[in-house]
């Protein structure tokens, strides 16, 4: 296969993620890694093993042997960084959230359309196996027509007001700091598990913690507080909790909730769809088994095996049954399809489903951004924007 080479704009807790998954595809360079600052960049790429290193991402856009561009910045970078390298000609993996607002998005969409280059987002969480499985038997009607899709994002890395982020801050996290980081994650597994999209919302949303302690230096997502920082109590604007009532399209019904402060939450991701016939249910923290839910039998728990599972979707566990495959498994799965439709030179039309596109961010954050408007304007029914 040919080769291809890979350039990664932002290396905080996310970016080397990025980069360990492509170097397991076995036809995909890494080239190099920009960053804020010379020094920051040099460091990033000593440690993970790059070549070259840029103290800005314009340097890495007109590096040649980058084909690839990886954006791994804070989501207010998210949208100029994406845009220049569409019109630098690169094919685009961004992190979720897309951008900041969905008509950034949206620009981001028709930029990449236009310009006929690749673009991806990662929603890490479609390449797991037994995620595509659920998919295949709701799209095979093997449960019945969806009528109930609920489940929860729950987290505690930030639930001590000592705990803090970037992703806190308008500026740099957006409007909304949980449902952009993880509810993105939910409403996207939600709409490409079910096959339907989200139309209403109703939300509810809260600043469990008013004022938080921010510290002098940078702190990554999960990163504890160290005895050592300077504080400044900052005010908290926008929040880590949050509870949804969503309607599908086919008047299926739903609810979720995302926090990042419910304590012994680790990543605990849930969703779970009762059909006409049968339910499922999964679950990212024990993500080997698929729950399946009956009437009149007994329920059973299916566990991850490629020959237990649908042929459609088995070869993406790479593992046989009993060898867990876990969540660094599910960011390949994804990046694979990506780099394979590269390689192959295959048009955006043609992408498998657990391919997620600019299309699919889009998605997320008009669902985004209804949940904000919904909760903003006294919590009523809002209507989520379509293409
Ligand atoms: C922090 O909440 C985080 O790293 C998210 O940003 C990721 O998208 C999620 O997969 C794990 O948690």
């Not at 790059?50 to 084909?67: E, F, S, T």
């Amino acid at each position: 296969m040919k080769r291809i080479g890979m350039g990664l704009v932002g290396a905080g807790f996310i970016g080397p993620h990025h980069l360990e998954a492509v170097r397991r595809l076995g036809f995909v360079d890494v080239v190099a890694i920009a960053d804020f600052n010379d020094e920051l960049a040099r460091q990033k790429a000593e440690a993970l093993g790059v070549p070259k290193w840029y103290g800005n991402y314009q340097a890495l856009l007109d590096d040649p042997d980058v084909h690839v561009v990886h954006n791994a910045t804070p989501n207010y970078m998210h949208h100029p960084v994406s845009m220049a390298a569409i019109a630098a000609g690169k094919h685009i993996v961004s992190d979720k959230p897309l951008a900041m607002t969905s008509a950034q998005a949206r620009e981001l969409l028709d930029a990449a359309t236009a310009r006929g280059v690749v673009h991806a987002v990662t929603f890490n969480y479609r390449g797991n196996p037994l995620v595509q499985q659920a998919r295949t038997m709701i799209a095979k009607g093997e449960i019945g027509p969806p009528r109930f899709i609920h489940g929860q994002y729950l987290q505690d890395w930030l639930l001590f007001d000592t705990d803090y982020s970037w992703r806190l801050e308008p500026d740099k996290g957006g409007e909304s700091s949980a449902m952009g980081d993880i509810g993105s994650h939910w409403c996207d597994l939600a709409q490409h598990v079910s096959g339907l999209r989200i139309t209403h919302v109703l939300s509810d949303l809260t600043t469990v913690i008013p004022v938080r302690k921010k510290p002098s230096g940078a702190r990554l997502a999960f990163q504890k507080a160290s005895a050592e920082d300077a504080y400044e109590s900052v005010e908290i604007k926008v929040e880590d909790l949050c509870s949804v009532l969503v309607r599908f399209e086919n008047g299926a019904k739903g609810t979720f909730s995302v926090g990042q402060v419910c304590a012994g939450h680790k990543n605990d991701l849930w969703l779970e769809v009762n059909g006409g016939e049968a339910s499922l249910r999964w679950h990212q923290e024990t993500q080997n088994e698929l729950w399946i839910g009956h009437r009149a039998k007994g329920n059973m728990i299916l566990q991850k095996d490629p020959s237990l599972m649908d042929p459609d979707v088995a070869g993406l566990a790479k593992l046989p049954g009993g060898h867990q495959e876990a969540w660094p498994d599910a960011f390949r799965n994804v990046l694979r399809a990506v780099y394979e439709h590269i390689a192959e030179g295959r048009p955006m039309s043609e992408r498998p489903p657990y391919f997620s596109s600019f299309e699919d961010g889009w998605r997320a954050n008009a669902v985004i951004d209804a949940v904000l408007a919904s909760h903003r304007n006294g919590n009523v029914w809002t209507a989520v924007a379509t293409l």
